[in-house]
């Protein structure tokens, strides 16, 4: 298929899930603000980052993900980066510097084939630790900032008892009422009591037009941005939000032509060789993000086509001036919505065994065997836990690297035994020999 014909086929089917299900759409981009709001929000507080140029550039990049992907592809904070640079108070070069550097090396991955030849040699399992390992993450951090709610504090708008009834609300989304756009509903409440506690503090946003200018690293800013930032960010953003998200987008979207590991890789390249020299914050796509946005009812790229427009136009608007509106949304129902989000993509790690494991599905295929698709018991507790090694060490140090390294040791671990069987047999036939 031509690229003028796949953009075509790509529209066509944005346009028509729109049509049939604007609401869920609508509801579905809003699955990640949980994840980008607070972030933004931080790195804008210090002035690390401009909240108007990321809103402008992360809409853009919604725009043209929904355009050129056709699935709910989120635009979402590179989190090591951000979390180093909200801890250290980075300066606006110093977060510049850190995102360039993951695009270039990226970049490079990208049109080298390396990208491809990294997700092709790594195990399904692992890659699910991963994904669980991120989910179980979100839910963690979502945790953490409920434990630091009151039941009666900050807010009256934003405490113990709004978390629990945001979250009985999404039990019963789970069960009873499964049509009910969450996100939507959840988002326009935290909206609205957000708006009533800006008015009482006499801070209502006001137009402010956005007034562009660039940030240009200089000195110790690039050392400072790719060692202390950037490096952190490479395993993270090549693991999570690049060849997790790969897997993520074939399991939960089947029907929809899942992107090529060499075209997201190029895509966040191209986000941050353009965004972060204006002050926008350094951006991925991440497999937690999408999981999000589809638990919420997302299923093509119209909607976070929708996001975009949004964010492009209140960005345009008011500019830095909606920094204390969104400050005063509601951390408990940000919280839920990543927890929900959280678990959606803890889910994924169900299908290790089953038909839903692509390398299954693919040795089922080569050996004619359809019975192939389920493996056996010996084989089902070997990926089991190769995976939650994967997920355990992720979470324990809070590391995607670490859990990794330590997926991809216990697999080999597993393969050990039969590599020296083949040694030995190939030894025997005069196959290996010494030099």
């Not at 300066?91 to 490079?108: D, E, M, Q």
């Not at 953490?144 to 019963?172: C, E, K, M, Q, Y």
């Not at 919420?296 to 608007?317: N, W």
């Not at 089991?384 to 390294?405: E, I, P, Q, R, S």
């Amino acid at each position: 298929m031509t690229f003028p014909s796949q953009i075509q086929s790509i529209t066509k089917y944005n346009v028509t899930t729109f049509r049939r299900h604007s609401v869920s759409e609508i509801a579905g981009s809003l699955g990640d603000l949980g994840t980008f709001l607070p972030i933004a929000l931080a790195l804008a507080a210090n002035g690390t980052v401009s909240l108007a140029s990321t809103l402008i550039f992360s809409g853009l990049f919604n725009i043209l993900t929904g355009l050129f992907f056709g699935i709910p592809l989120p635009v979402q904070p590179m989190k090591a980066i951000a979390a180093v640079a909200i801890a250290r108070s980075f300066s606006p070069g110093s977060i510049a510097a850190a995102g360039l550097f993951v695009a270039v090396i990226l970049f490079v991955g990208s049109v080298t084939g390396l990208l491809q030849w990294f997700t092709r040699v790594i195990p399904i399992p692992v890659v699910k630790g991963i994904q669980v390992g991120a989910g179980l993450s979100l839910v963690m951090a979502a945790c953490t900032t409920l434990h630091s709610l009151g039941w009666i504090h900050p807010s009256w708008a934003d405490n113990r008892l709004w978390a629990i009834g945001v979250f009985i609300a999404l039990l019963l989304t789970n069960s009873t009422a499964k049509r009910l756009p969450y996100a939507l509903v959840v988002f326009v409440i935290g909206l609205v009591l957000a708006i009533i506690r800006s008015a009482l503090a006499s801070s209502l946003p006001s137009f402010l037009f956005w007034n562009p200018y660039t940030v240009v690293p200089v000195g110790s800013e690039w050392s400072i941005g790719a060692i202390n930032a950037g490096l952190g960010q490479l395993p993270l953003t090549t693991l999570n939000s690049v060849v997790a998200v790969v897997h993520l987008a074939a399991d939960l979207l089947p029907s929809v032509p899942t992107p090529s590991v060499t075209s997201i890789g190029l895509s966040v390249s191209a986000m941050n060789l353009i965004g972060v020299w204006f002050g926008a914050m350094p951006v991925c796509h991440g497999s937690g993000g999408l999981a999000g946005q589809y638990r919420f009812g997302a299923r093509s790229g119209a909607s976070v086509i929708f996001l975009g427009l949004v964010k492009l136009v209140v960005g345009l608007v008011f500019g830095e001036s909606l920094v204390g509106l969104l400050h005063r949304f509601p951390k408990a129902l940000l919280a839920v919505m990543v927890i929900a989000a959280g678990m959606e993509l803890v889910r994924v790690g169900e299908s290790l065994n089953t038909s839903g494991a692509r390398d299954l599905a693919r040795h089922a295929e080569d050996v004619g065997d359809s019975s192939r698709f389920h493996a056996d018991e010996e084989e089902r507790t070997r990926r089991w836990m190769v995976m939650m090694v994967t997920v355990g060490l992720l979470v324990g140090f809070k590391n995607d690297a670490v859990g990794f390294v330590a997926g991809m040791l216990c697999h080999w671990a597993y393969e050990l035994p039969a590599l020296i069987q083949r040694t030995r047999r190939r030894w025997s036939e005069g196959r290996v020999r010494l030099p």
